[in-house]
């Protein structure tokens, strides 16, 4: 989506808002005997109260309203009824429509105790993300923002994994640009255009580079179980620099 007037930000950044307080909320709950299950209740809960529905289950017909992964899951989990321990690595990814506007946050979470190893995943997880959205410019390449991210990641001992990728949001949950890598593809020549609304979500891993689909028909793992992170924001590119939508 290409945003153009006052009134779309807003309510794109409504929409933003929403998921973010969601997402905040729910790691916030997230502690060892709950239940995947009742964290994704609390998010549905969250977003009805607002008049918002689960972009997922909208969009294409995903289980549950929220995507909530427990390690070596990385993404598109299905809560249930699996409990939480000491020592999980959780990723919760929180995407909802509101007033026709389309916002996607997501995160990851280590339950404590935790490696030291885990611990420098996640920070560096979120660092990657960040060094992606300090890449966005309008007028600039999309695969700067790859660029960025393969370069942080190269440089501190992490792969990326490469069927996962970025997307346009707005309108819809998943539309234009697709597949924004998050890893660098110097043949992709597309432009960033102010107003352009975007998500940057790396996935960071301690050596994987691929996630597999479960029987489940959602759930994605690393074939070897490796430790992997995701992080998430939508944003939209103005001649200032990104703009972060999904802010609590």
């Known amino acids: 989506m290409t945003i153009d007037?006052?009134?779309?930000?807003?309510?794109?950044?409504?929409?933003?808002?929403?998921?973010?307080?969601?997402?905040?909320?729910?790691?916030?709950?997230?502690?060892?005997?709950?239940?995947?299950?009742?964290?994704?209740?609390?998010?549905?809960?969250?977003?009805e109260a607002e008049g918002a529905r689960s972009a997922p289950q909208i969009c294409v017909g995903f289980p549950a309203a929220t995507c909530i992964s427990v390690g070596p899951d990385v993404a598109h989990g299905i809560p249930g009824d699996r409990r939480i321990e000491a020592g999980?690595?959780?990723?919760?990814?929180?995407?909802?429509?509101?007033?026709?506007?389309?916002?996607?946050?997501?995160?990851?979470?280590?339950?404590?105790?935790?490696?030291?190893?885990?611990?420098?995943?996640?920070?560096?997880?979120?660092?990657?993300?960040?060094?992606?959205?300090?890449?966005?410019?309008?007028?600039?390449?999309?695969?700067?923002?790859?660029?960025?991210?393969?370069?942080?990641?190269?440089?501190?001992?992490?792969?990326?994994?490469?069927?996962?990728?970025?997307?346009?949001?707005?309108?819809?949950?998943?539309?234009?640009p697709e597949n924004l890598a998050t890893w660098y593809k110097p043949r992709d020549e597309r432009r960033i255009h102010e107003g352009m609304v975007f998500t940057i979500e790396p996935f960071l891993s301690l050596g994987a580079e691929w996630v597999d689909e479960l029987d489940d028909g959602w759930t994605l793992r690393p074939p070897h179980g490796e430790p992997t992170v995701q992080y998430e924001h939508t944003l939209v590119a103005t001649k200032n620099g990104p703009v972060i939508l999904t802010l609590a």
């Open 5 to 47: 007037t006052q009134d779309q930000f807003e309510r794109l950044q409504a929409a933003g808002r929403l998921v973010a307080r969601t997402l905040k909320a729910m790691g916030e709950a997230l502690e060892p005997g709950i239940t995947t299950g009742e964290l994704d209740a609390l998010g549905r809960e969250m977003l």
């Open 88 to 176: 999980d690595l959780v990723n919760i990814d929180v995407s909802a429509e509101l007033d026709g506007f389309f916002a996607d946050n997501g995160a990851s979470f280590a339950v404590p105790p935790t490696p030291k190893r885990i611990e420098r995943l996640c920070r560096d997880g979120r660092r990657a993300m960040w060094t992606g959205i300090r890449a966005v410019r309008a007028g600039g390449r999309l695969n700067e923002i790859g660029r960025s991210i393969e370069t942080f990641a190269r440089k501190n001992g992490y792969t990326l994994v490469r069927n996962l990728a970025s997307h346009g949001v707005g309108s819809w949950l998943h539309e234009e």
